[in-house]
T-cell receptor, first 118, second 111 residues
Framework: DVKVTQSSRYLVKRTGEKVFLECVQD?????MFWYRQDPGLGLRLIYF???????EKGDIPEGYSVSREKKERFSLILESASTNQTSMYLC?????????????????FGPGTRLTVL | AQSVTQLDSQVPVFEEAPVELRCNYS??????LFWYVQYPNQGLQLLLK??????LVKGINGFEAEFNKSQTSFHLRKPSVHISDTAEYFC?????????FGGGTRLMVKP
């Protein structure tokens, strides 16, 4: 059974703290994604990684960075947390699009981390 | 550029009633469309997808969706909902590796 896990379900941090959100997948997927979920806005892509040490900015990368030192692990970093980063963060993984029928492969999602910044 | 619009942020419905969740998209390339469901305190789960072929797509839990190219729509339907269908539903379109999501529709099934 495919599995994407995230290190915390709930996290409370203070403004200015450095925050690490961890995501691990056991499916040997090349692609990993970090999304932010806010009411009425759906999911918005923060960063995407298509291989170890490779990354691309998504739609809302400001205030975030990422790290991918191993294939199975993708970390989202908030260098200095702010209250407007209070949100639900979802990680996902997939095989590369080019390997799939129709040039598509399904993304599998983790359970999410609800981050509150005070 | 692609975009997805879900016209209703919340849909209240009584148990055993039919429901339709609306989704419209815009895309300049071939369209692959998805519906995801998020149950309370869980991640996203794929409900169904349209890649090609029949425009009527059947998914899990009795849901189905119809791809309408002329109206650029992909509405989700279920003839009779259950309390357990209470969740948030997201419509999405994909291009290459990237998914673009709509804002979500919260389905609230009342007894």
């Amino acid at each position: 059974d495919v599995k994407v896990t995230q290190s915390s379900r709930y996290l409370v941090k203070r403004t200015g703290e450095k925050v690490f959100l961890e995501c691990v997948q056991d499916m040997d997927h090349e692609n990993m994604f970090w999304y932010r979920q806010d009411p009425g806005l759906g999911l918005r892509l923060i960063y995407f990684s298509y291989d170890v040490k490779m990354k691309e900015k998504g739609d809302i990368p400001e205030g975030y960075s990422v790290s991918r030192e191993k294939k199975e692990r993708f970390s989202l970093i908030l260098e200095s947390a702010s209250t407007n980063q209070t949100s639900m963060y979802l990680c996902a993984s997939s095989l590369p699009a080019g390997t799939g029928t129709f040039g598509y492969n399904e993304q599998f999602f983790g359970p999410g981390t609800r981050l509150t910044v005070l | 550029a692609q975009s997805v619009t879900q016209l209703d942020s919340q849909v209240p419905v009584f148990e055993e009633a039919p429901v339709e969740l609306r989704c419209n998209y815009s895309s300049s390339v071939s369209v692959y469309l998805f519906w995801y469901v998020q149950y309370p305190n869980q991640g996203l789960q794929l409900l169904l997808k349209y890649l090609s072929g029949s425009t009527l797509v059947k998914g899990i839990n009795g849901f189905e969706a119809e791809f309408n190219k002329s109206q650029t729509s992909f509405h989700l339907r279920k003839p009779s909902v259950h309390i357990s269908d209470t969740a948030e539903y997201f419509c999405a379109v994909i291009s290459g590796n990237m998914l673009t999501f709509g804002g979500g529709t919260r389905l609230m099934v009342k007894p």
